[in-house]
């Protein structure tokens, strides 16, 4: 149980946009309370307000000192990959250098986000595996030259870089593709939206393609994100959360067979069944009314995290 991580979510606003001062106190509570990490979803163009999250992740920098941070997921196929190096070697320099920043990326579930920067929505997969390499050249040393399919450029140095010579870049998404695309150049897993048995056996499929591709592949160096409301009340709750989950793909007795809502003790057995499932690292996403966001996560902090702690 100790190695179990609980970090939680960030955006989508569905129920209102908070405050910038809800904001960095949402990350300092966060960091108080002793969640491990906080994750930003990244969304280009979108139908509710939304926050560019690299301007959040620097505000977050400056008013923390451990918590961990990255993206859930940067829709990287929409962005130039030496841009991202850029901006995420600069995090890492000003969250003091101390690995608290991981690139999680993936193909964007709106194309839209492609497709208004220019980018034919065909293309990103490939887009995104070419990406990744470039972004690994530009922080492991200087002077990189690289002539691929969509991306070309000759004697570029990115400083400061990673300290460690690399960020670690994990591959989101719940599909078969996606989890080939993790055992082939990913250094880890991020799938959202999935029952502990997808999770379990979706694990099982990154231990094969691993070995298919020669990938020695961690089964640990996976996490899942869960919508989480507590609420005593449960009437409350399922008003709050019907609100929420209005226009997801996914019928809403679907998606609750996918969150931990309910009172503490349901969220709890919740988490718990994905821990059985092999589940370590886990990012609870509050589904609550901005009013309620630095509340609901000091009951994370208060009553979930010491039961996996």
């Given at each position: 149980?100790?190695?179990?991580?609980?970090?939680?979510?960030?955006?989508?606003?569905?129920?209102?946009?908070?405050?910038?001062?809800?904001?960095?106190?949402?990350?300092?509570r966060?960091?108080?309370?002793?969640?491990?990490?906080?994750?930003?979803?990244?969304?280009?163009?979108?139908?509710?307000?939304?926050?560019?999250?690299?301007?959040?992740?620097?505000?977050?920098?400056?008013?923390?000192?451990?918590?961990?941070?990255?993206?859930?997921?940067?829709?990287?196929?929409?962005?130039?990959?030496?841009?991202?190096?850029?901006?995420?070697?600069?995090?890492?320099?000003?969250?003091?250098?101390?690995?608290r920043?991981?690139?999680?990326?993936g193909?964007?579930?709106?194309?839209?986000?492609?497709?208004?920067?220019?980018?034919?929505p065909?293309?990103?997969?490939?887009?995104?595996?070419?990406g990744?390499?470039?972004?690994?050249?530009?922080w492991?040393?200087?002077?990189?030259?690289?002539?691929?399919?969509?991306?070309k450029?000759?004697?570029?140095?990115?400083?400061?870089?990673?300290a460690?010579g690399?960020?670690?870049?994990?591959?989101?998404g719940?599909?078969?593709?996606?989890?080939?695309?993790?055992?082939?150049?990913?250094?880890?897993?991020f799938?959202?939206?999935?029952?502990?048995?997808?999770?379990?056996?979706g694990?099982?499929?990154?231990?094969?393609?691993?070995?298919?591709?020669?990938?020695?592949?961690?089964?640990?160096?996976?996490?899942?994100?869960?919508?989480?409301?507590?609420?005593?009340?449960?009437?409350?709750?399922?008003?709050?959360?019907?609100?929420f989950?209005?226009?997801?793909?996914?019928?809403?007795e679907s998606?609750?067979?996918?969150?931990?809502?309910?009172?503490?003790?349901?969220?709890?057995?919740?988490?718990?069944?994905?821990?059985?499932?092999?589940?370590s690292?886990?990012?609870?996403?509050?589904?609550?009314?901005?009013?309620?966001?630095?509340?609901?996560?000091?009951?994370?902090?208060?009553?979930?995290?010491?039961?996996?702690?």
């Amino acid at each position: 149980m100790s190695s179990v991580k609980i970090g939680i979510g960030f955006g989508l606003w569905r129920l209102g946009m908070p405050s910038p001062a809800t904001i960095c106190d949402y990350a300092e509570r966060a960091e108080a309370v002793g969640i491990d990490s906080i994750w930003l979803s990244d969304h280009i163009v979108s139908r509710i307000p939304d926050l560019d999250i690299t301007c959040i992740m620097s505000m977050f920098a400056a008013r923390t000192k451990k918590i961990k941070m990255g993206p859930s997921v940067l829709t990287l196929p929409a962005r130039d990959p030496v841009q991202v190096a850029k901006t995420y070697a600069t995090l890492d320099y000003l969250t003091g250098s101390c690995n608290r920043v991981i690139l999680a990326v993936g193909l964007g579930s709106d194309p839209r986000d492609s497709i208004a920067c220019g980018i034919n929505p065909d293309e990103r997969a490939k887009r995104m595996e070419e990406g990744v390499q470039v972004l690994r050249k530009l922080w492991a040393g200087p002077n990189v030259t690289h002539e691929g399919k969509f991306y070309k450029f000759n004697d570029v140095t990115i400083e400061p870089r990673p300290a460690k010579g690399s960020l670690d870049v994990w591959i989101g998404g719940n599909s078969d593709l996606a989890i080939k695309r993790t055992a082939r150049y990913g250094d880890g897993w991020f799938p959202s939206f999935v029952t502990p048995q997808d999770f379990q056996s979706g694990i099982a499929k990154l231990m094969d393609y691993g070995r298919q591709y020669g990938r020695e592949m961690n089964p640990r160096e996976a996490g899942v994100l869960i919508f989480t409301h507590i609420n005593d009340n449960k009437a409350q709750a399922e008003a709050i959360t019907q609100q929420f989950f209005k226009g997801f793909p996914l019928p809403a007795e679907s998606m609750a067979a996918r969150c931990a809502i309910g009172s503490a003790t349901e969220c709890i057995e919740k988490v718990q069944s994905y821990v059985e499932a092999g589940c370590s690292k886990f990012v609870l996403w509050p589904i609550v009314p901005p009013d309620e966001l630095v509340p609901q996560i000091e009951r994370y902090g208060r009553e979930i995290v010491p039961r996996f702690s």
